[in-house]
């Protein structure tokens, strides 16, 4: 007979792993198919979405698009991924060369955690600090320059490079779209 402590010790051993998550790439069109295999091989999936009401030529309709087309997050062992990628529709895991990189657990949490508050949720451009902005409203629409965050404020830094100066605006996040680096290029070039 197993002591109450025994048994909590050996509880507290076999407690399940809880694998990263891991994106995985899918085939055009086939989020669902790829996600529901997943699940049904045991695999916990994660495959955000949104409605958005698009115009046919008789009606509107209400379609379901995907946050993040063509991939569907999966909780995984890195060492054991043939179950995964021979699902349908799987292309390969996200990563560097021939290893997948893992997604910190916070970040999809935030994802869940935006879908799951009712509020409107879609896809916007990747912004990252220090990335080339154009600003699109407000009073500096039209101004091109650097996203920075300076004690939890964004800023749009304006430069000029001859000099080595710059100068820095605080801006409204919703104001700013990133600059496309042919664009950048084309500017530049002229």
Excluded at 78 to 91: H, T
Excluded at 107 to 115: G, K, L
Excluded at 131 to 155: D, F, H, N, S, Y
Aim: net charge positive; with cysteine.
């Amino acid at each position: 007979m197993i002591s109450h402590t025994e048994s909590y010790l050996l509880e507290s051993t076999f407690a399940p792993v809880t694998h990263p998550w891991f994106a995985v790439r899918v085939r055009s069109k086939h989020e669902r198919i790829s996600a529901v295999h997943l699940g049904e091989r045991g695999y916990e999936q994660f495959m955000p979405s949104y409605k958005i009401e698009r115009r046919w030529s008789d009606r509107m309709k209400e379609i379901e698009q995907f946050l993040f087309p063509g991939y569907v997050f999966c909780r995984l062992n890195p060492d054991n991924r043939l179950p995964v990628l021979s699902a349908p529709g799987v292309v390969g895991l996200v990563g560097c060369g021939r290893v997948p990189t893992p997604i910190p657990d916070q970040e999809i949490e935030r994802i869940r955690t935006m879908i799951q508050s009712g509020l409107l949720v879609m896809p916007w451009p990747f912004l990252e600090l220090g990335q080339t902005v154009l600003i699109e409203q407000g009073p500096l629409a039209g101004v091109e320059g650097i996203l920075e965050e300076v004690k939890g404020k964004c800023r749009l830094i304006v430069s000029i490079n001859l000099l080595r100066r710059s100068v820095g605006a605080e801006v409204d996040r919703n104001w700013v779209r990133p600059v496309k680096a042919s664009n950048r290029m084309a500017t530049l070039q002229h």
